[in-house]
C-alpha cells in the first residue's frame, strides 16, 4: 500500500497562521485543502474527489466553474475590476440594480450594495432606524427578531439571532438589546408575539426575520401563512418588515425569492450567498420606495452614512448580472423541484434510523434532524471517508445542493447520510 501524498508546502507553511471559521482550533480535526472544483466535485490535494452537498455554504447554486460566470468575471477583469462607487457608478452595478428589482416583488426599488451578508443585514438594520430617526421618532430603535433566527455574526446582526440557542450566547452582555419572539406558527405563539408587538410598538424601528427557513437555527421550516401573519402586525402597527433572504433568496425554496411564496412584500429585503452564483463575494440591501423617500431632505445629516469600500465591486456585479442570466436561460427553478423530489423519496429511509427525530425537504434544502450529535466533526468526518461534503451542525444533517447537480450524485449523497446514520 502506498504512503499518502503529503500535503504541499503552502499548507504545511500556512495552516499554523490560519484561524478556522466556527471551530475550536485546539480540537478542530485537520482541515482538507481542495485542489480544484468543478460543477458539485471538489478535488482535494491528495487527488480524493467529494461531492459538494452544501454549494459552498448555500452560494453555488449553478455548480462551481460555470462557464458563463467564468467569462463574465474575466471580460469584466480587463476593464475595470474595480473602481469606489462614492461619487461615481458604473454599468454592472446599474444593470444589477434594475434587474433585481424588476424581479421582486412590490416596489423594493432602491438598492444599497454591500460585500457580506451580515452588513447587508446590519444596513437593513440602519435604514429601519434612520427611517425613524428621520421623522422624528427617536424612541423608535429596537428590533424585534425571532427565537431560531439568525442574521449574521458582527455586533448588530448577533444582537438579532436567537439569544440563547444560537451561537451568539456567549456575548450577551455585550449586545444591544432587542425584542425576540416567538415565531407566529401556531395560537399560542401568534398571542404571544401579538402581545410582545403591541407592548414595545413604541420603540420598534422593525420586525426582521428569515422567510419560511430560519437557516442557521437548524433549518426549521414554517408556512407562507407565518409570512402573512407578520406582514399584516408589521402594518397594524406601523413597523418595518426586514426580510431576511440571504440563504432563501434565489430559487432556494423553490421559487426566486420565498417572499412570493405568501404573497407579500417586505419593506427592506437582504440578499447575499448566492447573489453571485458562488463566485464572489456580494450583497445587496433593497428598501421599498416610501423608506428611501424618508431620507430625501435639504438636511445632511438625514443621508443614509455607510458605505463599504467595495461594495458595488464590478467584478462581483459582472458575476451577479451572469448569474440572473442562467437563472433566465436555463431552467432552474425546474431543476429545485426535481431535487426536492428526490431528495424527499431518497432522505425518507432516515427517518426508521433510531435517533432520528424528524426528516423534512423544502425546494433545494434536505434535512434529517436528530434528537443530537454528540460530536458535529467526528459525523463530518466519517461523511467524508465516503466521498461526500457536508457539514452537519447543531442536530441536523442537511443537503443544499447546486441546483445542477446530477441525480446521481443527489442519490450518492443521501444515501450515503443513511449509510454514515445507520452505522
Same mark, same amino acid.
Given at each position: 500500500m502506498s504512503a499518502p501524498n503529503p500535503m504541499p508546502d503552502w499548507y504545511q507553511q500556512g495552516l499554523p497562521h490560519i484561524w478556522l471559521p466556527y471551530s475550536q482550533m485546539k480540537t478542530a480535526p485537520t482541515p482538507l485543502a481542495p485542489r480544484s472544483t468543478q460543477g458539485s466535485h471538489i478535488t482535494l490535494t491528495d487527488g480524493r474527489v467529494l461531492v459538494d452537498g452544501v454549494a459552498a455554504w448555500w452560494t453555488a447554486c449553478h455548480g462551481y466553474n460555470h462557464p458563463h460566470i467564468q467569462q463574465a468575471v474575466t471580460e469584466q477583469l480587463g476593464t475595470m475590476p474595480h473602481v469606489m462607487f462614492g461619487g461615481m457608478v458604473h454599468e454592472p452595478a446599474l444593470r444589477l440594480a434594475s434587474r433585481l428589482c424588476a424581479l421582486l416583488?412590490?416596489?423594493?426599488?432602491?438598492?444599497?450594495?454591500?460585500? =457580506? @451578508?451580515s452588513v447587508a443585514v446590519e444596513v437593513a438594520m440602519k435604514m429601519a432606524i434612520q427611517y425613524r430617526l428621520n421623522k422624528g421618532e427617536r424612541q423608535r430603535t429596537k428590533m424585534l427578531a425571532f427565537r431560531g433566527g439568525y442574521h449574521g455574526d458582527t455586533l448588530a446582526t448577533m444582537a438579532v439571532c436567537d439569544p440563547e440557542e444560537g451561537m451568539h450566547h456567549l456575548y450577551g452582555p455585550a449586545l444591544a438589546e432587542h425584542v425576540i419572539a416567538p415565531l407566529p406558527v401556531d395560537e399560542t405563539s401568534t398571542q404571544t408575539f401579538m402581545a410582545l408587538l403591541a407592548r414595545h410598538a413604541h420603540e420598534l424601528a422593525g420586525i426582521i426575520m428569515e422567510p419560511l427557513v430560519q437557516g442557521a437555527g437548524g433549518m426549521l421550516f414554517h408556512t407562507p401563512e407565518v409570512l402573512r401573519t407578520v406582514r399584516a402586525a408589521a402594518d397594524r402597527y406601523d413597523v418595518l418588515l426586514i426580510l431576511d433572504e440571504i440563504f432563501t433568496g434565489f430559487g432556494r425554496t423553490g421559487t426566486l425569492f420565498a417572499c412570493e411564496q405568501a404573497g407579500i412584500t417586505p419593506d427592506i429585503i437582504t440578499l =447575499?450567498?448566492?447573489?453571485? @452564483?458562488?463566485t464572489m463575494a456580494l450583497a445587496a440591501t433593497i428598501a421599498r420606495r416610501h423608506v428611501f423617500e424618508a431620507f430625501l431632505s435639504d438636511n445632511p445629516e438625514h443621508a443614509l452614512m455607510h458605505g463599504p469600500t467595495f461594495m458595488a465591486n464590478p467584478l462581483a456585479c459582472a458575476c451577479a448580472n451572469a448569474s440572473l442570466d442562467l437563472f433566465e436561460t436555463e431552467p432552474r427553478l425546474e431543476q429545485v423541484a426535481t431535487i426536492n423530489a428526490i431528495m424527499t423519496e431518497a432522505l425518507e429511509p432516515c427517518r426508521a434510523l433510531p435517533g432520528v427525530r424528524d426528516v423534512r425537504t423544502l425546494g433545494a434544502i434536505g434535512v434529517v434532524e436528530l434528537h443530537a450529535i454528540a460530536n458535529p466533526d467526528a459525523l463530518r468526518q466519517q461523511l467524508v471517508a465516503h466521498g461526500a461534503w457536508i457539514r452537519p451542525f447543531r442536530n441536523i444533517v442537511y443537503l443544499t445542493p447546486a441546483f445542477t447537480i446530477a441525480e446521481q450524485d443527489l442519490r450518492f449523497l443521501c444515501h450515503t447520510i443513511h449509510t454514515v446514520l445507520a452505522a
Amino acid at each position: 500500500m502506498s504512503a499518502p501524498n503529503p500535503m504541499p508546502d503552502w499548507y504545511q507553511q500556512g495552516l499554523p497562521h490560519i484561524w478556522l471559521p466556527y471551530s475550536q482550533m485546539k480540537t478542530a480535526p485537520t482541515p482538507l485543502a481542495p485542489r480544484s472544483t468543478q460543477g458539485s466535485h471538489i478535488t482535494l490535494t491528495d487527488g480524493r474527489v467529494l461531492v459538494d452537498g452544501v454549494a459552498a455554504w448555500w452560494t453555488a447554486c449553478h455548480g462551481y466553474n460555470h462557464p458563463h460566470i467564468q467569462q463574465a468575471v474575466t471580460e469584466q477583469l480587463g476593464t475595470m475590476p474595480h473602481v469606489m462607487f462614492g461619487g461615481m457608478v458604473h454599468e454592472p452595478a446599474l444593470r444589477l440594480a434594475s434587474r433585481l428589482c424588476a424581479l421582486l416583488p412590490g416596489d423594493l426599488e432602491r438598492v444599497f450594495f454591500t460585500d =457580506s @451578508g451580515s452588513v447587508a443585514v446590519e444596513v437593513a438594520m440602519k435604514m429601519a432606524i434612520q427611517y425613524r430617526l428621520n421623522k422624528g421618532e427617536r424612541q423608535r430603535t429596537k428590533m424585534l427578531a425571532f427565537r431560531g433566527g439568525y442574521h449574521g455574526d458582527t455586533l448588530a446582526t448577533m444582537a438579532v439571532c436567537d439569544p440563547e440557542e444560537g451561537m451568539h450566547h456567549l456575548y450577551g452582555p455585550a449586545l444591544a438589546e432587542h425584542v425576540i419572539a416567538p415565531l407566529p406558527v401556531d395560537e399560542t405563539s401568534t398571542q404571544t408575539f401579538m402581545a410582545l408587538l403591541a407592548r414595545h410598538a413604541h420603540e420598534l424601528a422593525g420586525i426582521i426575520m428569515e422567510p419560511l427557513v430560519q437557516g442557521a437555527g437548524g433549518m426549521l421550516f414554517h408556512t407562507p401563512e407565518v409570512l402573512r401573519t407578520v406582514r399584516a402586525a408589521a402594518d397594524r402597527y406601523d413597523v418595518l418588515l426586514i426580510l431576511d433572504e440571504i440563504f432563501t433568496g434565489f430559487g432556494r425554496t423553490g421559487t426566486l425569492f420565498a417572499c412570493e411564496q405568501a404573497g407579500i412584500t417586505p419593506d427592506i429585503i437582504t440578499l =447575499s450567498k448566492a447573489l453571485t @452564483g458562488g463566485t464572489m463575494a456580494l450583497a445587496a440591501t433593497i428598501a421599498r420606495r416610501h423608506v428611501f423617500e424618508a431620507f430625501l431632505s435639504d438636511n445632511p445629516e438625514h443621508a443614509l452614512m455607510h458605505g463599504p469600500t467595495f461594495m458595488a465591486n464590478p467584478l462581483a456585479c459582472a458575476c451577479a448580472n451572469a448569474s440572473l442570466d442562467l437563472f433566465e436561460t436555463e431552467p432552474r427553478l425546474e431543476q429545485v423541484a426535481t431535487i426536492n423530489a428526490i431528495m424527499t423519496e431518497a432522505l425518507e429511509p432516515c427517518r426508521a434510523l433510531p435517533g432520528v427525530r424528524d426528516v423534512r425537504t423544502l425546494g433545494a434544502i434536505g434535512v434529517v434532524e436528530l434528537h443530537a450529535i454528540a460530536n458535529p466533526d467526528a459525523l463530518r468526518q466519517q461523511l467524508v471517508a465516503h466521498g461526500a461534503w457536508i457539514r452537519p451542525f447543531r442536530n441536523i444533517v442537511y443537503l443544499t445542493p447546486a441546483f445542477t447537480i446530477a441525480e446521481q450524485d443527489l442519490r450518492f449523497l443521501c444515501h450515503t447520510i443513511h449509510t454514515v446514520l445507520a452505522a
